[in-house]
């Protein structure tokens, strides 16, 4: 009986330092407040907020995703007309001409969503900073011209672009360089929209590298083009 005792509380150590031991459980984090009023404030991080009690605007998240602040899927394929659409109906609610009665602070906060908004049609309207914006979003590093160094005959056909738009002032030759940029573009897009849905990462940013080389051609042009 004693010795069944002594061994029942020599275990009896053994379950504190156990209890002792257990994670203690974290505490989540204070529910955001408006800065106005100070009420609670709805869920959706990272999208445009009014206040449910004062209607205050509240100011943008640090870092909110592009994709999903204009209403996409974080894809390379996406619907131009559904972007536009939620373009518009941010820039009608946030424009700062709708907030000048409102507090300075919150006039602020309507030129930062504005300027935010603007930014984040622009990088998903355009197919590079598109993809560009996708392998950051991946964790990828920026795709960089040298990428596909080891191409020569991808290079060695810019190279020939290039000089024949230094060399060119004909408007029908330069059309025509205008033409082959837009068809070389739309292929790529085509084979980086593929490389996107496939998850092959490495091959996309390779693509997007070639559509850098195309892009600066396409400025090239537009300054030819443009009369002294």
Not at 14 to 31: F, G, I, Q
Not at 45 to 74: K, S, T, V
Not at 105 to 132: C, F, M
Request: aromatic share 6%; hydrophobic share 35%.
């Amino acid at each position: 009986m004693q010795a069944a005792l002594r061994r029942g509380l020599g275990r009896a150590p053994r379950v504190l330092r156990a209890a002792e031991a257990a994670p203690r459980p974290r505490c989540a984090p204070p529910a955001p407040r408006c800065w106005s009023c100070g009420g609670a404030l709805p869920g959706g991080a990272g999208l445009p907020r009014f206040c449910p009690g004062c209607r205050a605007l509240q100011p943008p998240a640090p870092r909110p995703d592009l994709f999903r602040l204009l209403g996409c899927d974080r894809s390379f394929r996406l619907d131009v007309q559904q972007l536009q659409r939620r373009f518009r109906s941010l820039q009608r609610a946030l424009h700062p001409d709708r907030f000048g009665q409102r507090p300075p602070k919150e006039q602020h906060y309507s030129e930062q969503h504005s300027s935010l908004v603007n930014k984040a049609y622009q990088t998903l309207l355009d197919p590079l900073s598109r993809g560009l914006y996708l392998l950051e979003l991946n964790g990828v590093e920026p795709a960089q011209e040298t990428d596909c160094d080891a191409d020569s005959e991808f290079l060695t056909e810019i190279m020939e672009i290039n000089e024949k738009l230094a060399e060119s002032k004909n408007e029908d030759i330069l059309e025509e360089i205008e033409t082959l940029i837009k068809v070389k573009q739309e292929e790529l897009t085509k084979e980086v929209t593929a490389a996107f849905e496939r998850d092959d990462l490495q091959e996309a940013k390779k693509l997007l590298a070639k559509m850098k080389y195309f892009a600066n051609l396409e400025d090239k042009l537009k300054n030819k083009k443009i009369p002294p």
